[in-house]
């Protein structure tokens, strides 16, 4: 059964940093890419960072060059780590696995970046 469980959320305030970790089980983690997404109140979910099984990075425009996406496959994790945050950052933060059809997702945890 895959299981992602995200972890790192809270308040911090504009210009700080924070980051995230999604610990993966239930599949071969090194086998496959991951995914964070977000999605703010009465927004789209919105794709921020992508990690190919082999390293390889993208990110969303909006966050480009202020996050960075990274994973270890010894531990079954990805991370993102933010910085420069601003209050459009605000948004429940969500770890997400290509697997199957449609995908596995964590249970989202919030990021508020506020003063």
């Known amino acids: 059964q895959v299981q992602l469980v995200e972890s790192g959320g809270g308040l911090v305030q504009p210009g700080g940093s924070l980051r995230l970790s999604c610990a993966a089980s239930?599949?071969?983690?090194?086998?496959?890419?991951m995914r964070w997404y977000r999605q703010a109140p009465g927004k789209e979910r919105e794709l921020v960072a992508h990690?190919?099984?082999?390293?390889?990075?993208a990110y969303g425009g909006s966050v480009k060059g202020r996050f960075t996406i990274s994973r270890d496959n010894r531990k079954s994790a990805v991370y993102l780590q933010m910085s420069s945050l601003k209050p459009e950052d605000t948004a429940v933060y969500y770890c997400?696995?290509?697997?199957?059809?449609?995908?596995?997702w964590g249970q989202g945890t919030q990021v508020t970046v506020s003063s």
């Open positions: 990690i190919g099984s082999t390293g390889d990075t």
């Open positions: 997400y696995v290509p697997i199957t059809s449609r995908g596995s």
């Open positions: 239930g599949f071969t983690f090194s086998n496959y890419a």
